[in-house]
């Protein structure tokens, strides 16, 4: 992440695939910067009922990154068991706050940088060639692997505008 606001060649990555790991990182590092020095307590926070935490929603990118990787490189859908493992930080709501608090800011930035290395490591397997590749996505429509990669980092952006406005409302 030395060059974090340039958008360019990757060592090791073909061209494309450099520019779109390259806006990930930027996106990553705003992310670790909306989050530096939280507490426990800061990062289990909620709103109100309906809301989510902020370390939930740091374990939300982890795994949307993760079901991914599952989804475009091994071409599978989470078995039954992995569904299981990563509901909570999937689909966030009711069994998120349930399930996900009680930890520090290390636990999650150690997710985040696990999957996040994986993929990494991923992307050094495929060419730019593999960006274009298409099937069917979501509702019945076309998709291309630069978008489903392009939406991995774009709901880590969404949801970093709730950590920011969370972070911002949290008592003093």
């Known amino acids: 992440m030395d060059n974090i606001y340039l958008i360019t060649d990757i060592p090791g990555y073909t061209p494309q695939i450099s520019r779109l790991l390259s806006m990930m990182n930027y996106a990553r590092h705003t992310t670790l910067e909306a989050v530096k020095g939280l507490s426990q307590e800061e990062l289990d926070y909620l709103l109100d009922p ?24 091994e071409k599978r859908d989470l078995t039954e068991e992995e569904e299981q493992e990563r509901l909570p930080e999937l ?52 998709a291309n692997n630069y978008f489903k990669w392009f939406h991995v980092f774009e709901d880590e952006i969404n949801h970093r505008g709730q950590i920011r406005l969370i972070r911002n409302r949290i008592p003093k």
């Open 91 to 142: 689909d966030l709501g009711d069994l998120g706050r349930e399930k996900i608090k009680g930890h520090q800011l290390d636990y999650y930035l150690g997710k985040l940088e696990e999957v996040r290395n994986r993929t990494f490591e991923l992307f050094r397997t495929v060419d730019d060639a593999w960006l274009d590749e298409q099937e069917e996505f979501w509702y019945g429509k076309q």
């Open 50 to 73: 309906k809301s989510n935490s902020i370390g939930a929603l740091l374990l939300h990118f982890a795994s949307v990154e993760y079901a991914y990787q599952v989804v475009t490189f």
